[in-house]
C-alpha cells in the first residue's frame, strides 16, 4: 500500500548525531501515521518514536526521549529522525513504518528495508 525506503545510516562514534530518512511512495502519504523502530542483532524489535499524520503529536520511547526527534514532510513524502548524543546501546537496524495511529504500535504495518546506525564507543 505504501512503500518506504530508509537512508542516512552509518557508523559515528559516542556522543555523535545522525540524521535518518524515510522516502514514501504511495497515494496518500499524508493519511499514515509514521514511525521508527529498531532492533539490534539478537534482539526483538523495539519502537522508538512515532508522529501523527499532520505532525503534531509525537510519542518517544524514554530511552531515546531528549536525544532523538522525529519530523514529518508531508509535501516530501518524507519523515526524519534527528539522532543526537548517540550511545553504544542505540546500534541497530532501524527501520521506518506506516501505521494507524501513532499510539498503535500493533497499527503499524508497512515496513522499509532499514537502515544500519552502528555507534562506536
Known amino acids: 500500500q505504501v512503500q518506504l525506503v530508509e537512508s542516512g545510516g552509518g557508523l559515528v562514534q559516542a556522543g555523535g548525531s545522525l540524521r535518518l530518512s524515510c522516502a514514501a511512495s504511495?497515494?496518500?502519504?499524508?493519511?499514515?501515521?509514521m514511525g521508527w523502530f529498531r532492533q539490534a542483532p539478537g534482539k526483538e524489535r523495539e519502537f522508538v518514536v512515532a508522529i501523527s499524520r499532520s505532525g503534531s503529536r509525537t510519542n518517544y520511547a524514554d530511552s531515546v526521549k531528549g536525544r532523538f526527534t522525529i519530523s514529518r514532510d508531508n509535501a516530501k513524502n518524507t519523515v526524519y529522525l534527528q539522532m543526537n548524543s548517540l550511545k553504544p546501546e542505540d546500534t541497530a537496524v532501524y527501520y521506518c513504518a506506516a501505521g494507524t495511529y501513532y499510539t498503535d504500535y500493533d497499527s503499524f504495518g508497512s515496513w522499509g528495508q532499514g537502515t544500519q546506525v552502528t555507534v562506536s564507543s
Open positions: 504511495g497515494r496518500a502519504f499524508s493519511s499514515y501515521a
